[in-house]
T-cell receptor
Framework: ETGVTQSPTHLIKTRGQQVTLRCSSQSGHNTVSWYQQALGQGPQFIFQYYREEENGRGNFPPRFSGLQFPNYSSELNVNALELDDSALYLC???????????????FGPGTRLLVL | DQQVKQNSPSLSVQEGRISILNCDYTNSMFDYFLWYKKYPAEGPTFLISISSIKDKNEDGRFTVFLNKSAKHLSLHIVPSQPGDSAVYFCAALGGNNDMRFGAGTRLTVKP
């Protein structure tokens, strides 16, 4: 068990709505990354937060936004949902990646989002 | 653009034999490679990694080989065990903390 938790586990939304997904990091981890995993594909990097600041972003539009809180928990917000946003959303917490913390990236179980 | 590719969606091997999972990449700027294992309803878990300055890294039954000139890496599991049955993802890291994953290979180890 990694200690990374995500809520909710499943969610159904309709096109055009907004959604907020939550992630609670492993104790002691100050970096959180969010990934989108579509069916049959590998996880795709959305963005990373380090000490409450965005620290890298993948090829996702601005309607994907995030927050990291002082306790290093995090939120992923998606506005104006589209059908293609249906996917498993994974968060991963880690120690500072720049300090060689790659191997300490622990993934949560994910939130499965269905957009109708 | 799929910069990391796992061309075999599935692989089936007999218990005790070797499992070889392959991964190809296109971006020569990647300098760190990782393998993750994923069971159903769980997030991926780190398995083994290799830096681009090495060509081999071993950890127990798991060995990762890197061929930079061919932009190819492979994960060898020997001997394979039924508990190794899972989806295996290779991932590559370059700049911008952007970790690129392959689509995964589902390994089934038959008793």
């Amino acid at each position: 068990e990694t200690g990374v938790t995500q809520s909710p586990t499943h969610l159904i939304k309709t096109r055009g709505q907004q959604v907020t997904l939550r992630c609670s990091s492993q104790s002691g981890h100050n970096t959180v990354s969010w990934y989108q995993q579509a069916l049959g594909q590998g996880p795709q990097f959305i963005f990373q937060y380090y000490r409450e600041e965005e620290n890298g972003r993948g090829n996702f539009p601005p309607r994907f936004s995030g927050l990291q809180f002082p306790n290093y928990s995090s939120e992923l917000n998606v506005n104006a949902l589209e059908l293609d946003d249906s996917a498993l959303y994974l968060c991963a917490s880690s120690l500072d990646l720049l300090a060689g913390g790659l191997e300490t990236q622990y993934f949560g179980p994910g939130t499965r989002l269905l957009v109708l | 653009d799929q910069q990391v590719k796992q061309n075999s969606p599935s692989l089936s091997v007999q218990e005790g034999r070797i499992s070889i999972l392959n991964c190809d990449y296109t971006n020569s700027m990647f300098d760190y490679f990782l393998w993750y294992k994923k069971y159903p309803a769980e997030g991926p878990t780190f398995l083994i990694s290799i830096s681009s300055i090495k060509d081999k890294n071993e950890d127990g039954r798991f060995t990762v080989f890197l061929n930079k000139s061919a932009k190819h890496l492979s994960l060898h599991i020997v001997p394979s065990q039924p508990g190794d049955s899972a989806v295996y993802f290779c991932a590559a890291l370059g700049g911008n903390n952007d970790m690129r994953f392959g689509a995964g290979t589902r390994l089934t180890v038959k008793p």
